[in-house]
T-cell receptor, first 114, second 115 residues
Framework: DAGVTQSPTHLIKTRGQHVTLRCSPI?????VSWYQQVLGQGPQFIFQ???????GRGNFPDRFSARQFPNYSSELNVNALLLGDSALYLC?????????????FGPGTRLTVT | AQSVTQLGSHVSVSEGALVLLRCNYS??????LFWYVQYPNQGLQLLLK??????LVKGINGFEAEFKKSETSFHLTKPSAHMSDAAEYFC?????????????FGKGTLLTVNP
C-alpha cells in the first residue's frame, strides 16, 4: 500500500509570493495533520483536519490556511511568504483524529523562500 | 502547555554499545509519549509510544523506553547500537484527553554510530 505522499518535493519561492502544498493520506485514513520543521528543530504543529473539518490549529499566523477535500487529501496554503517560512513541511495521516491513532508521516515538502 | 526537552543535541556511540537518548516532558494532564526516528530526507517513523498501562514500552528495531512519572522522563534505550541506527530521534508528547490532536516535539537528538 502507498504511504503518505506529498507534492512537490522541493519548492523555491520569493518573499511575498503564495504557495500551495499537497498531501494524499494513506487509503482509509480520514485525518490529516500538517507540521513545519525548521532546520535544526523538531516539527511544530500547524493544523489537523478530520472529515473535512479543522480539529486543531497551532500557533501560526493567519497567512497559513488549509483544507481537506472529500477524498481526504489536503492542501496547505501560505500567503505573503517570509524568509522564516523556509522549512520542511510534513503531512501526517491517521485513521481518525487524535493522537490515540498512529500518525504516519510523509517525506515532506522542502520550501525555500528567497 | 506541554513541552519536551531532549538532553543532548548530538550523541555518538560505538557500534555494539548501549544507546541512551534522554527525554523529559512537561504536561499538566496525563501524557501520551512518543519516540520518532527521522532518516535523512525522509519523514518521521514511529518507534514506540506510551499511552496507559505498562510503563516499559518496547518498540521496533530493538528500542524501548520507560515512562517515569516521578521524574517526568521517557528515555529511549537500545542495548546494542547498529550502524543503521544512525539518524535523528525526536521525543514527543500529547494530551491524553479530548484535545489530543497535536504532537509537541522536542528539538531532536542526532545519533551517530561509529564503527
Amino acid at each position: 500500500d502507498a504511504g503518505v505522499t506529498q507534492s512537490p518535493t522541493h519548492l523555491i519561492k520569493t518573499r511575498g509570493q503564495h504557495v500551495t502544498l499537497r498531501c494524499s493520506p494513506i487509503s482509509g485514513h480520514k485525518s490529516v495533520s500538517w507540521y513545519q520543521q525548521v532546520l535544526g528543530q523538531g516539527p511544530q504543529f500547524i493544523f489537523q483536519y478530520y472529515e473535512k473539518e479543522e480539529r486543531g490549529r497551532g500557533n501560526f499566523p493567519d497567512r497559513f490556511s488549509a483544507r481537506q477535500f472529500p477524498n481526504y487529501s489536503s492542501e496547505l496554503n501560505v500567503n505573503a511568504l517570509l524568509l522564516g517560512d523556509s522549512a520542511l513541511y510534513l503531512c501526517a495521516s491517521s485513521w481518525a483524529a487524535g493522537t490515540d491513532y498512529e500518525q504516519y508521516f510523509g517525506p515532506g515538502t522542502r520550501l525555500t523562500v528567497t | 502547555a506541554q513541552s519536551v526537552t531532549q538532553l543532548g543535541s548530538h550523541v555518538s556511540v560505538s557500534e555494539g554499545a548501549l544507546v541512551l537518548l534522554r527525554c523529559n516532558y512537561s504536561s499538566s494532564v496525563p501524557p501520551y509519549l512518543f519516540w520518532y526516528v527521522q532518516y535523512p530526507n525522509q519523514g518521521l517513523q514511529l518507534l514506540l509510544k506510551y499511552t496507559t498501562g505498562a510503563t516499559l514500552v518496547k518498540g521496533i528495531n530493538g528500542f524501548e523506553a520507560e515512562f517515569k512519572k516521578s521524574e517526568t522522563s521517557f528515555h529511549l534505550t537500545k542495548p546494542s547500537a547498529h550502524m543503521s541506527d544512525a539518524a535523528e530521534y525526536f521525543c514527543a508528547v500529547s494530551n491524553s484527553g479530548g484535545s489530543n490532536y497535536k504532537l509537541t516535539f522536542g528539538k531532536g537528538t542526532l545519533l551517530t554510530v561509529n564503527p
